[in-house]
């Protein structure tokens, strides 16, 4: 059964360091989007795209992060410099249409 | 503004005692309304989609249903392995809006 790849599935790094996360959906799904999670609470988007468009980043902080998704596959995002409130799930989504968006196994990212 | 509202916040069940989770919501042009299957430290895995007011979908022992302003998730004899935090979702004229889940434990 196909899957949404991630990785790396952890990261710690200190404040102010770069760090980058990769995803690579399910083969035909156009849409990608891009989550964080933090401990208990649901999935909050953070940008999502159509092919290699962005189609809404309005809660993406952008002064920090920055997300692309260069030949409409795979998907990179990056957080520079990294804050001790970036500390959560980060989790890449892809789907099909309106049809149910299916997860990948997120990359816990610890900053300290 | 969007919103979705799941209760209870947690539920503790013996083995074989049936309940049902609660997703309210309100939305802008219901698309789609989801539920999702969380494990910890794992990402959310797709159960249902449920589109228009009296639709049902059922898998094993869960069976989601749908009104105009709630979802319900019954969860029939359930076992221990059904342990998980379930995630409602809906799809208005935007992306995805979660809810903060239901931590559903059964003990045997």
């Known amino acids: 059964e196909a899957e949404v790849a991630q990785s790396p599935r952890y990261k710690i790094t200190e404040k102010s360091q770069a760090v980058a996360f990769w995803c690579d959906p399910i083969?035909?799904?156009?849409?990608l989007y891009w989550y964080r999670q933090i401990l208990g609470q649901g999935p909050e988007l953070l940008v999502q795209?159509?092919?290699?468009?962005?189609?809404?980043d309005s809660q993406l902080p952008k002064d920090r992060f920055s997300a692309e998704r260069l030949k409409g596959v795979d998907s990179t995002l990056k957080i520079q410099p990294a804050e001790l409130g970036d500390s959560a799930m980060y989790l890449c989504a892809s789907s099909l249409g309106l049809t149910g968006q299916y997860f990948g196994p997120g990359t816990r990212l610890t900053v300290t | 503004e969007d919103q979705v509202t799941q209760s209870p916040e947690a539920l503790r069940l013996q083995e074989g005692e049936s309940s049902s989770l609660n997703c309210s919501y309100t939305?802008?042009?219901?698309?789609?309304l989801f539920w999702y299957r969380q494990d910890p430290g794992k990402g959310p895995e797709f159960l249902f989609t449920?589109?228009?007011a009296g639709e049902e979908k059922e898998k094993e022992r869960l069976k989601a249903t749908l009104t105009k302003k709630e979802s319900f998730l019954h969860i029939t004899a359930p076992k221990p392995e059904d342990s998980a935090t379930y995630l409602c979702a809906h799809s208005g004229y935007s992306t995805l809006t979660f809810g903060k889940g239901t931590m559903l434990l059964v003990s045997p």
């Open positions: 083969s035909g799904h156009a849409t």
């Open positions: 939305v802008s042009g219901l698309r789609g």
């Open positions: 449920l589109y228009s």
């Open positions: 795209f159509q092919d290699e468009s962005v189609v809404d």
